[in-house]
């Protein structure tokens, strides 16, 4: 009880309480930056709610020579508790459950007797980021000080305008040297290579989102085991069978079905640990995003003022633009593919019909050579044209934002990636070919991407010592503007040298590689038995790269939350039903399968029977992703439970407001009563 | 306020006033039930809740020869007002909502005025359904008084074992000879046949259950008309073009996938409207059917106590049992119709090769009356199997026990009615016989409905006077018992009236009656255009004859929600994919089809292309389904602003509570201090 109060005392007045100045995100504005504009901002992070600003602890530095401007951001615990129970985070409540924040009830939560600590760093990073990108343009800010240009309008957001003028060069939260040290020891060190990941941990401190990346990647290495295997004993046993190739594709298809219906229930009971998980996610009531443009309207739901953009027009965008704009687009890749396969059929026909061939050679090679450099640029120059046509879409959440962008690149690369195995395996019907060229794709990209990984911790002492030195000049030259409390010397230090550190671009390229990988596995299984042993060695190391790159190479990116891993779980299994359909084909196309049919069966026959054999196939797998429910029972039963507990709470509070009202209405008529009675 | 008041005072001493008994529902013992069970039924009904009661008013009718002992059953407003309460029913707030009735804030309900009719009669007697079910044998009732070896359990429904020991014969609630008038004048009249249904009466009547199926077979009968033209204008300009099948079959099967998403949406749209559609339906936490038996345990979600039935042993049976037995009867099915073809093919060679063909007519015939003969025989028994299987199996929950009886009925009806097509469209091929097979199955099914239904205001007129004289010399025989208040003569003579009326046996035959429809129209549509004539000419009369059954002929039948048609939409979603494996395959096989394709094209190609013909519009068709949104988008933002609207009461009414504690601490120490202030 006494909790409760202090805290809402405190919030009644908070500039009388002093707590220590922690820095926990950093502003950095480009040296051009009018002083203007950067005032402009510290005002508004500064200014008090009601008037529009963040109410945040900013701290200015600035760097003389080249007159860049670093603001040092935190806010006290009050401000982060209110925060928090307006964005509806979720703490472990003191009944073992996720609950949201409720200040009033603050002492239920664990972890609540120290306030200070009672949100991680993670948590109050995110707070932050919400808070400060939710400064938004008041109908007075016609444009940003300084920049005449510049135009706002009511409910942009402002620091995505700095950003996107280049005002402010980065916004980044800073990392905690201690916890990711424990973190990185539990996690990507060479003993523990067969040990379990620290979700937890990684969740703690990475957030929900980048949990769930890893979380899914560890399932589905330890998934690849039993195909891999299989792989390995064809690889040995050399046993020559016709059953061979048909009894590895069935068991990949029954397996990979399995596979993902197992992480949709693994992922629903570590979101519902993590609190992540909405008893009805597709009713909830999300922000909309920082970038999401539109005239100043109210959110249909809670009434609050936030930007409108009608879906008509954002329909026409996408129909008119997008659409045409990515067909183009797929067109090219294939046709560059044809031409492709159509030079190399000239290349060898040269290389074969010449005298002396190896003068040839580098004509036998020069079209895998210019494809790949193609499909390299092709990638390069479609990633933008992707990026610009979502930006331009203007998805009002960035689920959905999120999930378009997904679409677009899953498309995309199933053509550029794809296009050329079904090529070869159903128009050329080269079984030869095909294994070899999926060998080649495979192995290339995994040994690529090895390589580049092999290198990051070479090049990541390599800068560092650069970095160091650079921030080490940096922050000596700091000097502090605004002289209420004194930054540490080496919180100045990491900020500095964390601000030369590179930008983690999101999950987003870690799911498509992988998405890649499942297909290159799955999608002509029967034809390269061995690519999940191929896969699996590159994902065992790729895990540990992975997190190290997270611990040390990259700024600390902001937690963000996530239940599942969205749209890639369609875009999983449709890979999933296609390779049911390749699978079939190939077997079907099989002549030593083929001769275990009755001689006497038409082709057409043969043919049918293959595609009712394809047919049931699917059925089974339709039934079983039907059957299986996404959420293991004891979840579903939480679920249930919290719902009918809040339920029940509400109605006794109901009944308890009743009763109050009638015994105030009881006592409010006594006192008349007895003073008529002293009247007679 | 006053309201509120009054209605809390009422409950507390229920007992001081008087309310005109309005009889209900009807409970009708055998009249050889011994007299004591009769007693001890009567008095668990009155008893009050805390002694596991249903606290409700019942009145006893005797006739004295026949020894027959009726039930009239009512409640007072105030038990009707806690057990809404309790069953979180659901009823039109002043803020233009459903709402879950809420006692102590009735006064904001509309209709509150007058409590008499607050609720309607078919809501009533909802209520009383589910109070007089909802009593159950206490540890202390071992088995039924006066009969011995009727064994109860604890958590037992007692009213559920009177109905299958045969104690009691009926249990039915009263038509409202007014309403139900009203009613029928505008759903049934012949006038009527072209507007649409009064579909919020029928749900306020009916149900929400029943309502939902009008719903659909009005949805579905309007959408037979678009293909029902086509096919009158293929009848009638007799167009021959080799397109004609393939154009008919593809506007169909993208029309049967949009009518089934476009129910969806609408089907959203009257639940919500009607208060069943529930944001989160998967977690309701749903009472076990009365007939669920196990050993008494715990609601894991609410705690209450009710019986368990582990899940593996459920499966056990289910697998063990059910699976085996219910695969032996479709065998059968299916060797029957072998034997069917097999018995044609050979009376059709007798009677060719024959010479005095008109002696050998009764060969030709036979199959076919035999094996309609077997069709009919083997319906029923299965129906019979089915049914207990069903119940052996144990199910929880209404929802998934009627889900379980709809998968086993569709699996056998599926094999039943269409396992022939498929044996005369792609083994034998003859898309004559195809034709012929299809109509004939379509047509006959359809008279033989149409005759019936026909019949049946002719039997009822003939029927309902039996009835009366029957209900007269009844009623007038009819000795009140318990003679506290004398129940109208009317009302009497209307029970006893009804209580010879035959009994609804639910929507599940309906539903299977359309799904067959379904099936002929569109699973081989391209062989039969006018097959969606024939359904609309039997549909539009269906409605009607329908209603009027429902109005006139049955016993009125309790009110059941529903948000949904539930399984059935699965069920009708397969025969969409299935249509469109068929229809493919029927233009496919065409010769003249065929034709229209480069001669030089391999049999194998041409299955090919047809192959790939099918998965692009079983890929659109996944893609379509995929993309509509199950709800329209004011449901999901209404769904989404109550719960966010609750989400800030919760917080609002928390927030009061802390502020009051805060303020009663502040008054319980203010004295103190005043006093002490006293004593300087």
């Known amino acids: 009880m006494e909790k409760a109060h202090h805290v809402e005392d405190v919030h009644r007045n908070s500039k009388d309480v002093r707590e220590p100045f922690v820095p926990l995100v950093i502003i950095q504005f480009a040296s051009s930056t009018k002083q203007a504009a950067i005032t402009w901002m510290i005002a508004k992070l500064q200014a008090s709610r009601h008037e529009g600003g963040a109410e945040l602890t900013v701290q200015t530095m600035v760097m003389p020579h080249s007159d860049e401007t670093m603001l040092y951001i935190g806010a006290n615990t009050n401000r982060l508790l209110l925060a928090a129970e307006m964005m509806e985070m979720k703490k472990l409540h003191v009944d073992g459950h996720m609950r949201e924040v409720v200040i009033h009830d603050l002492q239920s939560f664990q972890g609540s007797d120290d306030l200070s600590t009672f949100f991680t760093k993670g948590e109050k990073q995110k707070i932050l980021l919400h808070e400060i990108e939710g400064v938004r343009a008041e109908p007075l800010d016609t444009n940003i000080p300084g920049y005449e240009q510049i135009k706002l309008y009511p409910g942009k957001s402002i620091l995505k305008k700095y950003l996107s003028r280049g005002l402010v060069l980065q916004f980044y939260p800073l990392h905690d040297e201690e916890e990711i040290k424990r973190l990185g020891d539990e996690w990507y060190q060479y003993q523990k290579v067969f040990s379990e990941q620290p979700l937890d941990k990684i969740r703690n401190y990475f957030g929900e989102k980048i949990a769930i990346y890893f979380a899914f990647l560890g399932i589905y290495t330890v998934a690849l085991f039993p195909p891999a295997l299989i792989g390995i004993i064809y690889l040995v046993t050399f046993w020559k069978s016709v059953y061979r190739e048909a009894i590895f594709a069935v068991f990949n298809l029954i397996w990979s079905t399995l596979l993902l219906e197992a992480w949709k229930r693994y992922s629903s009971e570590l979101s519902y640990k993590w609190g992540t998980l909405n008893s009805s996610s597709a009713l909830k009531i999300d922000e909309p995003r920082a970038d999401y443009s539109g005239d100043l309207g109210r959110n249909p739901v809670t009434g609050n003022p936030e930007p409108v953009y009608p879906k008509w027009k954002r329909s026409c965008r996408f129909y008119l633009v997008s659409v045409p704009i990515i067909s183009i687009c797929l067109i090219v890749a294939f046709v560059v593919m044809l031409l492709y396969f159509w030079m190399q059929a000239w290349a060898d026909s040269v290389y074969h019909s010449s005298g002396e061939r190896w003068l040839y050679l580098p004509i036998l090679y020069t079209p895998t050579i210019v494809y790949s450099v193609a499909i390299f640029l092709m990638n390069t120059v479609y990633r933008m044209i992707a990026k610009e046509l979502n930006d331009f879409e203007n998805h009002r959440l960035e689920s959905s934002h999120e999930n378009h962008f997904i679409l677009k690149l899953v498309l995309f690369d199933f053509v550029n990636c794809f296009m050329s195995l079904f090529y070869v395996a159903f128009y050329l019907q080269d079984r030869t070919l095909l294994r070899s060229h999926l060998a080649c794709l495979l192995i290339t990209s995994q040994l690529i991407g090895q390589v580049q990984e092999a290198m990051v911790p070479y090049f990541f002492f390599k800068r560092r010592e650069t970095q160091l030195a650079e921030a080490?000049?940096?922050?000596?030259?700091?000097?502090?503007?605004?002289?209420?409390?004194?930054?540490?010397?080496?919180?100045?230090?990491?900020?500095?040298?964390?601000?030369?550190?590179?930008?983690?671009?999101?999950?987003?390229?870690?799911?498509?590689?992988?998405?890649?990988?499942?297909?290159?596995?799955?999608?002509?299984?029967?034809?390269?038995?061995?690519?999940?042993l191929w896969a699996l060695l590159n994902n065992v190391t790729e895990i540990r790269t992975d997190a190290f790159k997270m611990c040390r190479v990259y700024q600390r990116p902001f937690c963000e939350s996530a239940s599942n891993i969205g749209a890639w779980q369609v875009a999983f299994e449709v890979i999933g039903l296609i390779s049911v359909i390749t699978n079939t084909a190939l077997i079907g196309m099989d002549p030593t399968v083929q001769k275990l049919l009755p001689s006497d069966m038409s082709a057409v026959n043969i043919v049918l029977i293959f595609v009712i054999v394809e047919h049931v196939v699917l059925a089974i797998k339709g039934a079983v992703a039907y059957f299986i429910p996404d959420m293991p029972k004891w979840v579903q039963i939480e679920l249930a439970r919290e719902d009918y507990q809040s339920k029940q709470a509400l109605q006794k509070e109901r009944l308890q407001a009743a009763n109050r009202k009638r015994q105030e209405l009881h006592e409010i008529s006594r006192p008349r009563m007895s003073s008529r009675s002293t009247e007679i």
Chains 1, 2 share one sequence.
């Open 472 to 532: 080490m000049k940096k922050s000596d030259n700091l000097k502090q503007l605004d002289g209420r409390a004194e930054i540490d010397k080496t919180i100045q230090k990491q900020a500095v040298l964390e601000g030369t550190m590179s930008v983690y671009e999101g999950t987003m390229d870690d799911y498509l590689e992988l998405f890649l990988q499942f297909g290159y596995v799955f999608l002509f299984s029967s034809a390269f038995p061995l690519a999940a």
